[in-house]
């Protein structure tokens, strides 16, 4: 390719690039945001009010997969689906949101795995274990069940990570986000890989495992997104630059 047809190239990506903020959102777009961001956060804390509520399951150490388990496991299970078809039809309403530019389609991406993971983790539980449910019978081995709960697990939880960290990616280059809305987006991408990380090691072992999972999936899923919708909101609404 020539010089000129490259600079041609380059001046028409530049040209395609949209700039990510509220003041070019339409209606729509706007309350479907506002929507999915509230839908996400329901659908997130029914993991602390069903795991504080639940008679015999102590949500500080049980991990949030054992709410699968028991009489009212299928709950859980139709939470996560429902909470995983929240995240694949969240691509597409952020797709439009973001328009043609960096991490536009990369971030959608991570959404539709993410939800696949979900919409996984409820159609696949674990296996019981000691502490839950109480007298349940404890295998000396997984099943494919369990094996494949867990796989789910880790795509869900590293494809919505790596969607803040596409977020930040594109945030960076925006001038009315900038540097401080990318390093908090990157922390929480980051707050939630070490916090999955620790309760991985310390899931059978530790009294405290089942806080530490509902810490890095508060981070990663709800918080990220609503603070950066309820930001888009209020620049939609003239409220702030």
């Known amino acids: 390719m020539s010089l ?24 729509r777009s706007a309350a479907a945001l506002a929507l999915l961001a509230i839908v996400e956060l329901g659908l997130t804390a029914w993991y602390w009010v069903e795991g504080a509520t639940r008679p015999e399951y ?12 028991g009489p009212d496991g299928w709950l859980s299970q139709v939470n996560s689906v429902v909470l995983g078809l929240v995240c694949i039809g969240a691509a597409l309403v952020w797709r439009r949101a973001l328009g043609p530019g960096r991490s536009s389609l990369g971030y959608g991406i991570a959404k539709v795995v993410a939800g696949v993971g979900l919409v ?19 295998l000396p081995y997984a099943t494919l ?14 494809a ?54 509902r810490l890095a999936i508060i981070v990663t899923l709800p918080a990220a997104g609503a603070v950066v919708v309820t930001r888009l909101l209020l620049q939609h609404w003239r409220v702030c630059p």
């Open 4 to 27: 000129a047809r490259r600079a041609s190239a380059g001046r028409g990506m530049r040209a395609a690039h949209v700039r990510f903020h509220g003041s070019h959102l339409a209606r």
């Open 58 to 69: 102590d949500w500080v150490r049980e991990s949030i997969s054992s709410l699968s388990l």
């Open 120 to 138: 996984g983790i409820g159609f696949f539980s674990q296996d019981p274990i000691a502490t839950y449910p109480p007298g349940g019978p404890v």
């Open 145 to 158: 069940q369990a094996t494949l709960h867990q796989v789910f697990a880790g795509i869900a939880v590293t």
């Open 160 to 213: 919505l990570a790596a969607s803040v960290f596409l977020l930040a990616r594109r945030l960076i280059r925006e001038a009315h986000w900038g540097v401080p809305w990318t390093a908090y987006l990157a922390g929480t991408g980051a707050a939630t890989l070490a916090l999955m990380v620790l309760f991985w090691s310390v899931q059978y072992s530790s009294d405290l495992a089942g806080l530490v999972e």
